[in-house]
Antibody, heavy 119, light 110 residues
Framework: EVQLLESGGGLVQPGGSLRLSCAAS????????MHWVRQAPGKGLVWVSRITRDGTSTSYADSVKGRFTISRDNARDTLYLQMNNLSAEDTAVYYCGVAERSSYGADFWGQGTLVTVSS | QAALTQPPSASGSPGQSVTISCTGTSSDVGSYKYVFWYQQLPGKAPKLILYEVSKRPSGVPDRFFGSKTGNTASLTVSGLQAEDEADYYC??????????FGGGTKLTVL
């Protein structure tokens, strides 16, 4: 059974940093691209970032480019999202997703972790 | 990376059919087969219901049907059931290794 468990969310002050983790199990993690999306309270889904199987290629939404860094540790079956210089607009539930059937869309999403940016 | 356009809401009575549109541009929906649809229940993670425009993962009822014409993809739910009441989101590959989502449609079963 595919499982994705996000962690690392919480309350952070504007300008602060957080690192999110996504622990994967139930599938060969190193085989698939991975994605992060976010959902602000009461709003829709917004794609944030993606990473290839071996981590050598990454891509970001314009809104987070230069502030967020996606990475993965295939030995630990874990995906990461380093978030720097956070602002209130980054407040959201962050979901990690695995792209099994197609690299350009996720088949399965975790339950998410809430990031709140506030002073 | 402008969001795809979905109607904010849609509704239908049990047993009826409803279609939700997802309009993009020739740079995303119009150029690629990588259109995905997700169902999201309140407080839950999104669940994949269609991928590559019209393919259904195992376990998704064949009441869910996807299609695409030009820059617009569509999700049709036939034989509406109370359990179909949820938010629905489309996403598309947008080139340059980027994805874009629609704003979401709240489906109400009357």
């Amino acid at each position: 059974e595919v499982q994705l468990l996000e962690s690392g969310g919480g309350l952070v002050q504007p300008g602060g940093s957080l690192r999110l983790s996504c622990a994967a199990s139930g599938f060969p993690f190193s085989t698939y691209w991975m994605h992060w999306v976010r959902q602000a309270p009461g709003k829709g889904l917004v794609w944030v970032s993606r990473i290839t199987r071996d981590g050598t290629s990454t891509s970001y939404a314009d809104s987070v480019k230069g502030r967020f860094t996606i990475s993965r540790d295939n030995a630990r079956d874990t995906l990461y999202l380093q978030m720097n210089n956070l602002s209130a607009e980054d407040t959201a539930v962050y979901y990690c997703g695995v792209a099994e059937r197609s690299s350009y869309g996720a088949d399965f999403w975790g339950q998410g972790t809430l990031v709140t940016v506030s002073s | 990376q402008a969001a795809l356009t979905q109607p904010p809401s849609a509704s239908g009575s049990p047993g009826q059919s409803v279609t939700i549109s997802c309009t993009g541009t020739s740079s995303d929906v119009g150029s690629y087969k990588y259109v995905f649809w997700y169902q999201q229940l309140p407080g839950k993670a999104p669940k994949l219901i269609l991928y590559e425009v019209s393919k259904r993962p195992s376990g998704v009822p064949d009441r869910f049907f996807g299609s695409k014409t030009g820059n617009t993809a569509s999700l049709t739910v036939s034989g509406l059931q109370a359990e179909d009441e949820a938010d629905y989101y489309c996403s598309s590959y947008a080139g340059s290794n980027n994805l874009v989502f629609g704003g979401g449609t709240k489906l109400t079963v009357l």
